[in-house]
């Protein structure tokens, strides 16, 4: 039995463009395949710095969220061990508006 998986996504109303083919297609059923490509690459301590624009700043979701988590004390014994105290994540993002 095959898995459903329901994703929100921007049309940009580019003609080329992912986004606006999905838009297009309807109630169509897609095949997706990954994850794909080296992830953020982040080594387990020194200082790391991400820049982003827009929905580009998605991308980092997850490594705020564990961040966070880990400033709150939520996380498991091993998402703790995945960083070390002294990893440090400085982000820059920029938006075309609020």
């Known amino acids: 039995m095959g898995?459903?998986?329901v994703l929100t996504m921007k049309n940009y109303g580019i003609p080329t463009g992912l986004s606006y083919k999905v838009h297009q297609a309807?109630?169509?059923?897609?095949?997706?395949k990954g994850p794909m490509g080296k992830g953020l690459g982040?080594?387990?301590?020194?200082?790391?710095i991400g820049f982003s624009a827009g929905v580009g700043?998605?991308?980092?979701?997850?490594?705020?969220?564990?961040?966070?988590?880990?400033?709150?004390?939520?996380?498991?014994?091993a998402e703790d061990k995945m960083l070390d105290d002294?990893?440090?994540?400085?982000?820059?993002?920029?938006?075309?508006d609020e």
């Open 42 to 48: 982040c080594k387990k301590k020194g200082i790391h």
């Open 26 to 32: 309807g109630n169509q059923i897609f095949n997706i």
């Open 3 to 5: 898995r459903e998986v």
């Open 86 to 96: 002294d990893f440090k994540f400085v982000f820059f993002a920029s938006f075309a």
């Open 57 to 77: 700043a998605i991308y980092f979701l997850d490594l705020v969220s564990h961040l966070a988590r880990k400033c709150m004390g939520l996380l498991t014994p």
